[in-house]
């Protein structure tokens, strides 16, 4: 199946300070989306990417699709203590307006601030 | 316009039992996934469905695993002859018949004794 590797595993950062995590894939993906789950619940859709080079913002967080089509990268900028969760890259190889289907998932990055 | 549900949250079974997990998309949405995820994993991908239809269940085990999606009611994951190894949390997302953008339930944490 398709490898997502996710990076880093952990960050500890201080409030305020910006964070950005990567996820690499070994084959070309079509859409690339963001999640951030808290402990005890389901994933949450941060941003969901659909172009290659494409560039999206969400309040402080910005995500880009790779130009490569194997890459994606999330900056979380200016952070706060309730950033703290674990944020998951996910990917789907299926071209937009056909038909849907499964994601993979990277491992994970599991993020700490401290006030 | 209420999210996905899933119920029960937390089930625990004993070896051999069975486990039925429910979910219930989001309205509007046509299409529902179920992933597997374990302590300090990302999520795997099981089994896709639409009304009636199985479209993909390449992620789902061949035996004592099984999913539906009927015209009416919620999609449910059937675990038969539950082992401990099923323990996980499993999660249910829903999608629009026009983006791949899931969106998920809170989860379902099956403990097997």
């Known amino acids: 199946g398709q490898q997502l590797n996710q990076s880093p595993q952990s960050m500890f950062i201080q409030e305020g300070e910006d964070v950005s995590m990567n996820c690499t894939s070994s084959s070309i993906f079509n859409t690339w989306l963001w999640y951030k789950q808290d402990p005890g619940e389901g994933p949450v859709l941060l941003i969901a990417l659909y172009k290659a080079g494409e560039l999206t913002s969400n309040g402080r967080l910005t995500a880009q699709f790779g130009i490569t089509r194997k890459d994606s990268f999330l900056n979380i900028s200016a952070s706060i203590p309730s950033d703290v969760g674990i944020y998951f890259c996910a990917g789907q190889n299926k071209p937009r307006g056909s038909t849907l289907g499964r994601l993979y998932f990277g491992r994970g990055t599991q993020l700490t601030v401290w006030p | 316009n209420a999210g996905v549900m899933q119920n029960p949250r937390h089930l625990v079974r004993r070896r051999g039992q069975e486990a039925r997990l429910r979910c219930s998309p989001m309205?509007?949405?046509?299409?529902v996934y179920w992933y597997r995820q374990l302590p300090e994993e990302g999520l795997k991908f099981m089994v896709y469905?639409?009304?009636?239809?199985?479209?993909?269940e390449s992620g789902m085990p061949k035996e004592r695993f099984s999913a539906e999606f009927p015209k009416e009611g919620p999609s449910i994951l059937r675990i038969q002859q539950v082992v401990r190894g099923d323990s996980a949390a499993y999660f249910c997302a829903s999608s629009p018949p026009d983006r791949n953008e899931q969106f998920f339930g809170p989860g379902t944490r099956l403990t097997v004794l």
């Open positions: 469905l639409q009304k009636e239809n199985i479209i993909d």
């Open positions: 309205k509007g949405h046509s299409h």
